[in-house]
C-alpha cells in the first residue's frame, strides 16, 4: 500500500505551483499527497488543532504549533517587494488611520503581524476596530464604505486599482527598510510525529516540485488557473513571480534570520509568545 500524506495548501497560484508537480505525482519518489485546498485562516486553524500532516499556514501561528509540527525548509513564501498593503478609498497617510476600522485576512495571519508592528510605529495611538474578512471580501468592503481601509495581500497587489482604492502603506516595505530581510509570509509545516526520515523526503519533494515547476511553467498552468481567484493569466503569473523565489526552493541563512527575526520582534510587542531556542531547528 503506498503511503499518502494529508496536505492543505491554499488555491492561491503560488501554492498551486509549487505543489503541482507533486499533487499529480511526478515528483519521483515523493510520498502521494491527499490534498484539501483551503484559505490561509482555515489552514492557520488546522495546525492549532493539529490536523493533518502537512500544512501552509501563516508564519505567524508558529509559535502556537511548533511543538506539534516542524517547519520544512522548503515550499514555503517569502521574499522582496511581495508585502501586504494598506488601501483606502482615498490617498493620505498613516496617521489617518488612528481610531479608524481597518479590515485584515486574519488575526493570526503573518499580513496581520506585519500589520501590527508597522501601526505600532506609524500610527500614532493605533488603529481601531479590526474585523476579519476573507480576503476577497476586502476590497469591496473598503470601496462600499463598510470599512475605512483594508488590508491586502496576493495578486490584490495588482488588482486594487480596478477598485479604485488606493495604496496607504506596504508593509513589506516597512519590513525590509527596517530589517535589511525578506518578508516572511507562508510557512510549510509537518507533524514531528511523522519521523525525522519522512520530514527530510517531504522537504525533498517539495523542493523538488518547486524545481520542476521552474524547468517547465507550462505543465502547471491548467492547475493553478482551475483555482485562481483571478483568473487572468497574466495576473497569476506575477502572483507566481512575486511569492515563489529563491526561499521557497530553500529558506537558507537569510530566509531563518527573517522568520526568527519577525517573531522575535512580534514576541517583543506581546503578539505572539516567545519562540524556544531551538523552535525552528530542522527536523
Not at 495546525?47 to 504549533?65: C, F, H, N, Q, T
Amino acid at each position: 500500500m503506498s503511503e499518502r500524506i494529508r496536505i492543505a495548501y491554499s488555491p492561491c497560484p503560488n501554492d498551486t505551483f509549487v505543489f503541482d508537480a507533486w499533487a499529480h505525482g511526478r515528483v519521483p519518489g515523493a510520498p502521494e499527497l491527499d490534498v484539501t485546498l483551503a484559505d490561509i485562516d482555515i489552514t492557520n486553524g488546522m495546525a492549532e488543532r493539529g490536523e493533518l500532516d502537512v500544512l501552509k499556514v501563516s508564519y505567524a501561528v508558529l509559535p502556537w504549533v511548533l511543538d506539534e509540527y516542524a517547519l520544512l525548509p522548503s515550499g514555503g513564501a517569502l521574499g522582496r517587494g511581495c508585502g501586504p498593503l494598506v488601501l483606502t478609498r482615498e490617498p493620505g497617510e498613516a496617521a489617518a488611520l488612528a481610531g479608524k476600522t481597518v479590515a485584515v485576512p486574519s488575526e493570526r495571519s503573518t499580513a496581520y503581524l506585519l500589520f501590527r508592528l508597522w501601526a505600532a510605529a506609524e500610527v500614532p495611538g493605533g488603529v481601531g476596530q479590526v474585523v476579519v474578512l476573507p480576503f476577497h471580501e476586502i476590497m469591496p468592503a473598503v470601496r462600499d464604505g463598510k470599512v475605512d481601509a483594508g488590508l491586502v495581500i496576493h495578486e490584490a497587489r495588482f488588482t486594487y486599482r480596478d477598485y479604485g482604492l488606493h495604496k496607504l502603506a506596504d508593509m513589506g516595505d516597512h519590513w525590509e527598510k527596517t530589517t535589511g530581510l525578506p518578508i516572511p509570509l507562508g510557512a510549510i509545516i509537518a507533524k514531528r510525529s511523522l519521523g525525522a526520515p519522512m520530514l527530510h523526503r517531504l522537504a525533498e519533494a517539495a523542493r523538488a516540485s518547486v524545481r520542476m515547476a521552474w524547468d517547465d511553467p507550462e505543465a502547471s498552468r491548467p492547475y493553478v488557473l482551475r483555482h485562481a481567484q483571478e483568473l487572468d493569466p497574466a495576473v497569476a503569473d506575477q502572483h507566481i513571480g512575486l511569492y515563489v523565489t529563491e526561499f521557497t526552493a530553500g529558506l537558507g541563512e537569510a530566509g531563518y534570520a527573517a522568520v526568527r527575526g519577525l517573531l522575535t520582534r512580534a514576541a517583543a510587542e506581546g503578539l505572539v509568545p516567545p519562540l524556544g531556542p531551538d523552535a525552528l531547528r530542522f527536523p
